[in-house]
């Protein structure tokens, strides 16, 4: 049995926790530089897009938005053809700090492939991806109130 997802998992929760607490000095919290990252690069996006980006199920990214609403990191806009729906943007506060974001991700991507060739990059880069469309389908597929049979 490989252990892939473990590695995965392992990788992800580290880099998670330093980013939680590089960003504490900016007041973002569990994960929500992710989500100001994503607004940031998607000005005027809409909640359920922002779910389908970071694969986490509506509820968390109400939550999220939520508070980086009223720590002013984001601006909620309604759009101009239907009131129901709200897009988001970075306010000024929210833009300042996506440079210092930015900078710890392109830091941490140097450190994880620190002696890696080109080609063990591309490979990797396709491999991770593929494994991502995979993992997809069945995440949509729950989300949808379906159960995966084992």
């Known amino acids: ?12 929760r580290a880099l998670d926790s330093i980013s939680n607490i590089e960003f504490k000095e900016y007041n973002l919290t569990k994960g929500q ?16 897009k922002l779910s389908e980006l970071i694969k986490v199920d509506r509820t968390t990214v109400a939550r999220a938005v939520k508070k980086l609403e009223l ?14 729906i709200k897009k988001l943007y970075p306010t000024e506060k929210g833009k300042n700090i996506y440079p ?11 450190i994880a492939i620190e002696g890696f ?17 995979n ?10 109130g379906n159960r995966r049979i084992y």
């Open 1 to 12: 049995m490989t252990k892939i997802l473990r590695e995965i998992g392992m990788i992800a």
């Open 100 to 110: 210092a974001i930015k900078k710890e991700n392109d830091y941490s991507e140097r």
């Open 71 to 84: 720590n002013g990191f984001i601006r909620k806009e309604n759009d101009k053809h239907n009131k129901k």
């Open 33 to 48: 530089y992710l989500y100001l990252v994503r607004i940031y690069e998607n000005p005027g996006i809409i909640q359920e």
């Open 135 to 144: 993992i997809e389908q069945d995440w949509e597929y729950v989300k949808k």
């Open 117 to 133: 060739s080109k080609k063990e990059i591309e490979i990797a880069t396709q491999l991770l991806q593929k494994m991502r469309e």
